[in-house]
């Protein structure tokens, strides 16, 4: 990790040197030679490093880097259309010295497209948004496969223990909260194309976890699809992964139960969202979000569902997203009490409830989405590698 650390700070370095001072200056050239020194220094831990630049986030692989949260180059390059950067073992001084002359290039606004080029000559340093962009078909699905494969186990893995330790009355762990939500940013945009990472389930104790997962993933894609800026997105995410943490208290025979719920259990399940809320909210008052959307999930926009509200109330935006994605998601999974309904017949069930449960605009934007995504959506389970393509 502190590899990569060191060898961004290096690139910088680079960057600012090589924008200042003519091709051959010492300067110039001592810069460049740090950066490839230290280039050489992270692929010799790493075989292939690469580095997501998500505005005001750098991640490493699947890690955010924290120590780079400030870093203003991140930005910058994201900005230029360079979002994602590979390297391989091949990678020469030259490559790196081209890479980023054409950074340069970009974020001056000279742009020259060297694309042709690219195509030409095989690199070590790729880059692009949200994939390459220049690689001619070939290049480009191998650089799919053998470059791009995310696992959610570990994601599941995270959750479920968040979970565990949410029942045993210990503080919420927000860094792992926080790291899921980044890993799963990673993993949608992994490829080319956006990507909707959804795990199916396949046993019913792995539901509270898988459901966490998927909603998260669905209303990230959702908020992005609206045009929300990545720092919101990721709330909107830590929201859709804490929705139901208020189910923690509830006992698992009421969970579990194969059929329709009595009064008894209906009392004990309504009592979700508040107590979501309240545990969200003694974790930490940086998540007031997290705890507004735990709370008003259920409610739907004509005052019904719950908690049973003695004054009409507008929810938060990131609650409307969530309740969407949150109904969406439950119908599409087996429950004991029911077989997962089929995509079209849950997307046909959100625009009937549109206007009444759901808000107008949300749920349109969603079913939209849905049906333009849907050859993006890659159904795994918790310990397959996510194929890309
Ligand atoms: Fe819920
Ligand atoms: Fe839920």
Redesign the pocket.
Known sequence: MSRAVAFLNALAQALSSLGLYPAGHRSRERALDLAFERLLDLLNEDERPEFSFLGDEVVYRTMPLREMRAWEWSQRLADAGIQRLQFDRTATREELEDFLGESLARLTLQFIDTAEARQMRPSGIRFGVLGIQGADELETREIATASVSYSLREEADAVRWMHEQVSDQRPLPLVEAEAVVRALTVAMHGDQAMLLPLLKLRQADEYTTT??LN?CVLTMALAEWLGLGARDVRAFGIAGLL??IG?VAIPHDVLTKKSGWGERERQIMSRHPAAGARIIMTSSSDLDLAAVVAYE??IMINGGGYPTLKFGRECHRASLL?HVC??Y??LRSNRPYRDAWPAGKVLAYLEERSGLEFDGHVAHAFTEMMREWEPQVTPLHAEEALPIG
Do not use: I, R, T, Y
Request: hydrophobic share 40%.
């Open positions: 459901h966490a909603v929705h139901d189910k999930h259920h969530v949150d109904v998601d439950a």
